[in-house]
Nanobody, 116 residues
């Protein structure tokens, strides 16, 4: 069992920045990869970024590359998503996901709204 708790979402103006955090607890030792997804109303769920936990290797979706940065602090069991140059198109519910050997775990989601 893995529990994921997200924070950092909110309302930001276009061009602004937000830093999302996802804290993992429970059986964290088996986690292989953690990911950030997002889903906007009427749109398909989209992979934003992923990080392989032990290596720190990262991968970004097309919408995020160049603006967002995924990172982790393994001492704190925390994954971050630094989001810069935010635009209204980035408005969505952002979800944290952790994968172990046989299942995926999900956070509760946090709303990010980019609007003036």
């Amino acid at each position: 069992q893995v529990q994921l708790v997200e924070s950092g979402g909110g309302l930001v103006q276009p061009g602004g920045s937000l830093r999302l955090a996802c804290v993992a607890s429970g059986n964290i030792f088996s986690i292989y990869v953690m990911k950030w997804y997002r889903q906007a109303p009427g749109k398909q769920r989209e992979l934003v970024a992923s990080i392989i936990w032990n290596e720190g290797a990262t991968r970004y979706g097309d919408s995020a590359k160049g603006r967002f940065a995924i990172s982790r602090d393994d001492a704190k069991n925390t994954m971050y998503l630094q989001m810069n140059s935010l635009q209204p198109e980035d408005t969505a519910v952002y979800y944290c996901s952790a994968q172990n050997y046989d299942r995926n775990y999900w956070g509760q989601g946090t709303q990010v709204t980019v609007s003036s």
